[in-house]
């Protein structure tokens, strides 16, 4: 055997000891938390809300509904903002030969970029001056809604834009040549083929509400109560396990809240990939 | 050539990048119901003069003319450019059918432009696909994606689609040249029928091509300054045979290009 193939070989066995590692890690953290969480798994766990108090008795059932409707209020901002403002990006603004609208089209790309990279307590931090102190919506779903959509916004911005920019020039010349216009050509065109894309940036986004905590911290309070309302405080599942875990001595439904979170996740990734998949055969 | 109705028109037509000259000064008559192919080097702006027609260069922010592009005596620039874009179809070079069924991509066009009645529809798109010949294969799938066609296939499907909208004009756009040998004869034998119909001006790299097919041939060379500038317009036989200009001659026998 020549020092080549030598070589090759060694790096080969680096590159899968490498993956199998990575692939253990994950596996025992997974694994780990169910060992300890799935035992406390019954079906009063997800009926009954936690009662407080430093025993951290009862379940889960108030801090499903508040990540539910922070899923949904988040997106509701977070959604339309973020794919208005990558059709634009993508498809209306490189139609200008101003020099300002191209320049303060450069300072948004580069803000999204860099606002995708901001630690998330930032955005809380932000997110606790303006909406919960000065504009008086307290520690609520609004607020923390509203915090969370400033958070990923720039992740709906890019995945969505990215999404655009990989649907094929030449549609858009075929439609644009048909005698429609860029609106038409956007709606009709574009955005279907850019659907795949798109559907999987916000998912992955109402993932990131699903497991954020910092920035709920210090915006939605902590109320362990059913939220009744926008303005309602709530604890989200995520929130739920750091508080068990800092505040109660009950570790083993912090594991337990974990778990469900895991398997939540794992859900939302395996829809994802079944959206797509299915949308990849009916486009292919 | 006198005897000709002229259908497109280009008066003193320069176009500019930015500042840099791609066309200068192009006078041409393109006829009714002819074929008229442009041939000429890489980079002679043929293609840029083509897209001239229906306006497409207006989607390239730093693009500048002067002079005049008619459409049957009116100046297009004037024109409203979705109507234009409805008179002036466009057949590009790689096959760009939408990722939508065979019959949607095909009645895309008339629903733009206010057909919405299914069965007047359903009519409009066996009538283009008729015409672009591909019906016959297409006909027990119109409702699997565009996408799903060979080469030739999508190509003559996009033809069809242009067709549909019922335009006076057709332009394409190096229109075979992804496609093998025998696709690249069924769109030529293609544009012999649509003739007929459609007035038809194709920008090719393919001289033989330009030979078989066209009835008029425009060459088009860049001057000292890289801009395009139009050598020579004649009958496709003249041109072939007797060229009147050198650089038409040494170009056509392939002493460059």
Known sequence: MNKRSRTQIAAFGMFWLAGIVAVLIMAFVVGYIMVKGLPGITPEFFTTSPRGGLSGDGGIYSTIVTTFYMIVVTLAFAAPLGVGAAIYLSEYSGNTDKRIIRKLVSIARFGVETLSGVPSIIFGLFGYALFVTAMHFGFSILSASLAGACLIIPVIIRTTEEALKSVPAGYREGSLALGANRWETTWKVVLPAAFRGISTGILLSAGRIVSETAIFFVTLGGSYRVPHSLMSGGRSMALHVYYLAMETRAFDKAMSTAAVLVALIVVMNLTINVITSKIATKQG | METEVTRMQAEDYSLFYGKFKALNKINIKIPSNRITAFIGPSGCGKSTFLRSFNRMN???????????????????????????????????????????????????????????????????????????????????????????????????LCIARAIAVEPEVILMDEPASALDPVATLKIEELMNELKKNYTIAIVTHNMQQAGRVSDYTAFLLTDENRAGNLIEFGSTKQIFTTPSDSRTEDYISGRFG
Request: charged letters at 30%.
């Open chain 2, 58 to 156: 207006d989607l390239i922010p730093s693009v500048t003319t002067s002079g005049t592009v008619f459409l049957d005596n009116r100046d297009v620039a004037k024109e409203d450019v979705v109507e234009l874009r409805k008179k002036v179809g466009m057949v590009f070079q790689r096959p760009n059918p939408f990722p939508k069924s065979i019959f949607d991509n095909v009645a895309y066009g008339p629903r733009l432009h206010g057909t919405k009645n299914r069965s007047d529809l359903a009519v409009l798109v066996e009538r283009s696909l008729r015409q672009a010949a591909v019906w016959d294969e297409v006909k027990d799938d119109l409702h699997k994606s565009g996408m799903s066609l060979s080469g030739g296939q999508q190509q003559r």
